[in-house]
């Protein structure tokens, strides 16, 4: 069956860095597109980061820009958010999910997704 299962997340100083993985089984990375969101304390959840399916174009947030990267390999079934120069702001559950879009137009939004991982909890403070 399809699962999505985040890790990675854990407590950092402001500065600091994390790589957080989503590996997914009961289906191919190239046949669907993988987003990244973000829930923190008090807000609504967030799409931060997106890899198409298509062509493997990749988009940010604006506020994680030039600190996030996403990537994934195939062959291992994940997709990894590179987080540096963590800030208190970050502060969140980041969840993957999966979505049928081919690319990454509506990444902001949940439309288009059917399942998801549980998520992993990443803290910034000092």
């Known amino acids: 069956q399809v699962q999505l299962v985040e890790s990675g997340g854990g407590s950092v100083q402001p500065g600091g860095s994390l790589r957080l993985s989503c590996t997914v089984s009961?289906?191919?990375?190239?046949?669907?597109?993988i987003v990244w969101f973000r829930r923190a304390p008090g807000k609504e959840r967030e799409g931060v980061s997106c890899?198409?399916?298509?062509?493997?174009?990749?988009v940010y947030v604006d506020s994680v820009k030039g600190r996030f990267t996403i990537s994934k390999d195939n062959a291992k079934n994940t997709v990894y958010l590179q987080m540096n120069s963590l800030k208190a702001e970050d502060t969140a559950v980041y969840y993957c999910a999966r979505s049928g879009f081919y690319y990454c137009t509506n990444y902001r939004s949940e439309a288009g997704t059917d399942y998801w991982g549980s998520g992993t909890l990443v803290t910034v403070s000092s």
């Open positions: 009961g289906f191919n990375l190239d046949t669907y597109t």
């Open positions: 890899i198409s399916s298509r062509d493997g174009s990749k």
